[in-house]
């Protein structure tokens, strides 16, 4: 017997639904005021980005703000070192957080819930309180006013840590166990078994590290003097001076800065969302 196919009516959606989408994009289009704004400045005339009120949308669009940061600034020489600073510190993070996290996972040792629990109370002293004291060190290192001063005192993270070892702590101890019966090393167990299984850990890790690093200012500002050392969050101060501001120039400068982040983020936004699921499933 024949049966006539009913087509299935479509789900309104329900009114919690639709108050739910309504606020999340009223939220969003707040949120993404600032940035618009700073676009649009960035191709105004000197003119438009001081007249009162402001104008939102440029008469005559230019693109001088650009060129003029381009040509008439060390621009590249700050993006270098922004870039040297920014995946230097990433991938030193990356690694000895993952190495970390696979030791306070996997090993036993004497006072290692004594040393984790004041590896974590670090996370609770402001950076102005070490300020000083990191300063004092790289000081007599030798360090200051170079790109070194921001790398290393970046080299560890209490949070990367304690983000690896949540994620190492979820691998079963038998995969562990069977490589070192086979006759691997820690290290070979570390780099060619635990590495490859915190992908999206590591992502979430590298964007948060990077984007840190890359916007750092008050590190730069205290271990920097050269002008040719600067890193990019630094620099901006160089379109400030003491009786004027360009804004056209600070925006359009502001935009070359987030460019690498927005990339960043997109390139490994997949791991990002990965490991945010991954973080709330109990194995």
């Known amino acids: 017997m024949a049966i006539a196919a009913t087509k299935a009516r479509p789900r309104r959606p329900r009114a919690g639904t639709m108050l739910l989408y309504t606020a999340l994009s009223v939220g969003a289009l707040l949120m993404a005021t600032p940035l618009l704004m700073m676009l649009l400045t960035s191709f105004k005339t000197p003119a438009e980005a001081l007249r009162m009120p402001p104008v939102i949308i440029p008469a005559q669009p230019t693109l001088d703000a650009y060129r003029t940061v381009l040509t008439q600034a060390p621009f590249f020489t700050w993006f270098r070192n922004s870039v040297i600073v920014a995946v230097s510190v990433t991938a ?52 200051l006013n170079s790109l070194l001063a921001l790398i290393a005192p970046s080299m560890v993270s209490a949070f990367g840590i304690f983000l690896m070892r949540q994620f190492v702590a979820a691998i079963p101890n038998d995969l562990i166990d069977a490589a070192r019966l086979d006759g691997a090393s820690e290290w070979t167990i570390y780099w060619q078994l635990i590495r490859p299984q915190l992908g999206p850990a590591m992502a979430t890790l590298g964007i948060f590290t990077f984007m840190s690093s890359w916007n750092d200012y008050l590190w730069p500002l205290v271990a920097i003097n050269d002008q040719d050392k600067m890193t990019l969050p630094l620099a901006l101060s160089f379109f400030n001076t003491a009786h004027s501001t360009r804004y056209d120039l600070v925006m359009a400068a502001s935009v070359l800065v987030i460019l690498p982040i927005i990339v960043v983020f997109l390139f490994f936004q997949r791991h990002f969302i990965n490991a945010m699921v991954l973080s709330g499933v109990k194995g």
């Not at 970390?100 to 290692?112: E, H, L, Q, R, T």
């Not at 984790?116 to 000081?139: D, G």
């Open 92 to 143: 030193l993070i990356l690694f000895t957080s993952s190495l970390a996290g696979y030791i306070f996972a996997k090993f036993s040792f004497p006072g290692k819930n004594v040393l984790f629990t004041l590896l974590l109370a670090t996370l609770m002293v402001p950076f102005p309180v070490i300020l000083i004291p990191i300063y004092l060190i790289v000081n007599k290192l030798g360090l």
